[in-house]
């Protein structure tokens, strides 16, 4: 109960974040999707500019584009390979151009693509999955390591333990399994599963080393309790890779 306690800020903002999402997720509609993966982009843009240290204050028109044309064109999964080319013929005919200013280009811009992409590909159900395999591991490693959890899983993420991590991707593994039949068979939804949440788990790594490098705690302060957008949507961010790329291989 004291777990419960200390959480309760937490839990108020990830009830009223799974409310939106279930709304949007109810709704059904590609262009509604667009538009809310669109601001969670955006916000998560301007987050990731200041992690990475960007000086430039000028890219988010160029991150709204970005986004408008994966509206339009039917592989959005790819319009960050594009970029990167664009951005490198750039850096070649400007030696002033940095490549720290486009690593924001790269993340969030590539999970969150991939989420659409994945979207028009497999439709909500998948997102479903890939909400319920993330959104288990984290619950699973918080609780667990906060109950039971005494042996420190890395240097860049002290609070994070292995007993914490084993629990949460165990969890996420067989209850993912059983979300993951209606679009594949059992043992291939284990195995999927199973990648998602490990590969969350270091999708939140990376977060981590990108605040502590920042000198920061949190991404930002818009969600109480969770700190910044990317503090909340860093495990998707790798998840929906992983399980997209999957996903068209195995099935």
């Excluded at 409310?19 to 997720?25: E, N, R, S, T, Y």
């Excluded at 059904?28 to 843009?45: I, S």
């Excluded at 333990?161 to 993951?180: H, Q, S």
Aim: charged share 15%.
């Amino acid at each position: 109960m004291s777990i419960l306690r200390d959480s309760r800020e937490r839990i108020v903002t990830g009830l009223a974040l799974l409310a939106v999402v279930l709304i949007v997720g109810l709704i059904d509609n590609f262009f509604v999707m667009w538009l809310f993966l669109g601001a969670v982009y955006l916000l998560a843009f301007k987050e990731a500019v200041v992690l990475f240290g960007v000086e430039k204050d000028n890219l988010l028109p160029f991150a709204a584009l970005l986004w408008l044309i994966a509206a339009f064109y039917p592989y959005g999964d790819d319009l960050f390979v594009l970029a990167g080319v664009g951005y490198a013929s750039a850096v070649a005919y400007d030696k002033n151009l940095k490549w720290v200013d486009f690593l924001p280009f790269i993340y969030p811009t590539a999970g969150l693509l991939f989420i659409l992409t994945m979207y028009e590909e497999y439709g909500i159900l998948s997102l479903v999955w890939l909400l319920g395999v993330v959104a288990l591991t984290d619950i699973g490693a918080y609780f667990v390591g906060k109950s039971i959890g005494k042996t420190k899983f890395c240097e860049t993420s002290p609070n994070k333990t292995l007993e914490g991590v084993i629990g949460g991707v165990a969890l996420a593994t067989v209850v993912g399994a059983f979300l993951g039949v209606f679009a594949v068979d059992f043992w291939i939804a284990l195995v999927i599963s199973f990648m998602v949440a490990l590969s969350s788990i270091f999708g939140d790594l990376f977060e981590s080393s990108l605040k502590r490098r920042a000198g920061v705690k949190d991404s930002g302060d818009l969600l109480p309790g969770h700190g910044g957008i990317l503090d909340r949507i860093d495990g998707y961010l790798f998840g929906a890779i992983v399980m997209l790329v999957l996903l068209r291989g195995l099935v």
